[in-house]
């Protein structure tokens, strides 16, 4: 971002990302309170500042001179789920016999009126991102966002996040349904059954499965006339 440092423009990030601290609790919650739409318990906060199952980053402005330089101008909130208990296990690859897969699933992000559309909220994002892939287990990040909220659906379709599903009627907020859209960002290369890797890794199992079930045939029909001896060590190969 470019600012005026005396007589000169300079390109500077003013921004840092640090984990929420007890400190933050009251901004934290003030900020919760004016821009989303659903009120969040006291629990969620306290367990938010202690790190208590739940992850976070807040963003600041370490270029405030007013003293308030440590002070949240945003955040991101998010917790690390098992796959096999998630609602997109169908969307994994997984498999029970495996590692205990796991998932991130974005609880809260916002940014403060005054510093929107600065790369705040992508930045916090790719914290989210980063701590994923940092995860051996993990195979996604996932989140729910409310169908009218086009900010936050451009942001996540510009993160590389895919729209997964639409769940009707999911938030039911001053007694009316809202549906919520399902986006996921598959770390790792890990992929939804329909992505391309996925789907060539299909092609090329049903292929060996033909060719072997056509050598099996010529297999069986050279024991039936009994000649080309030689292929059956070759079938064993392959
Ligand atoms: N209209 C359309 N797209 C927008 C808008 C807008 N008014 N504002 C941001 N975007 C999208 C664009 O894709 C934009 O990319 P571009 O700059 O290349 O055009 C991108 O967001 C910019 O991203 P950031 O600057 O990183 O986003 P910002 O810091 O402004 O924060 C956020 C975006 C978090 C959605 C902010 O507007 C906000 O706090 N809104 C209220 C709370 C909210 O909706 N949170 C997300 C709910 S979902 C959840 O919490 C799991």
Redesign the pocket.
């Known amino acids: 971002m470019w600012r005026l440092m005396g007589h000169k423009w300079e390109e500077r990030s003013f921004y840092s990302y640090r984990p929420v601290r007890p400190s933050d609790l009251e901004i934290l919650e003030r900020i919760h309170g004016d821009?989303?739409p659903i009120r969040y318990e006291s629990e969620f906060f306290q367990n938010v500042v202690h790190g208590r199952g739940i992850v976070s980053w807040a963003a600041v402005d370490h270029s405030r001179d007013d003293g308030r330089s440590d002070e949240l101008i945003?955040f991101v909130t998010a917790r690390v789920v098992l796959a096999k208990d998630s609602e997109i296990v169908d969307l994994l690859n997984y498999n029970s016999a495996d590692t205990e897969w796991s998932l991130v699933y974005?609880?809260?992000?916002?940014?403060?009126d005054s510093?929107?559309?600065?790369?705040?909220?992508?930045?916090l994002?790719l914290e989210v991102i980063k701590y994923a892939s940092s995860i051996p287990t993990c195979q996604a990040v996932y989140?729910?966002?409310?169908s009218y909220?086009?900010?936050?659906m451009?942001?996540y379709?510009?993160m590389s996040f895919k729209c997964i599903r639409k769940l009707p009627g999911f938030y039911l907020i001053d007694g009316q349904h809202y549906d919520s859209y399902l986006f996921v960002y598959f770390v790792k290369g890990c992929r939804s059954p329909c992505s391309p890797l996925k789907l060539l890794m299909v092609v090329m199992r049903y292929i060996r499965i033909g060719f072997q079930s056509i050598t099996a045939k010529l297999w069986n029909d050279e024991r039936k006339v009994g000649r080309w001896s030689r292929c059956k060590e070759a079938h064993s190969l392959i």
């Open positions: 821009i989303f945003g974005i609880l809260t992000l916002g940014v403060i510093y929107r559309n600065l790369g705040i909220a992508s930045s994002i989140l729910h966002v409310i909220n086009i900010p936050a451009h942001l379709k510009k």
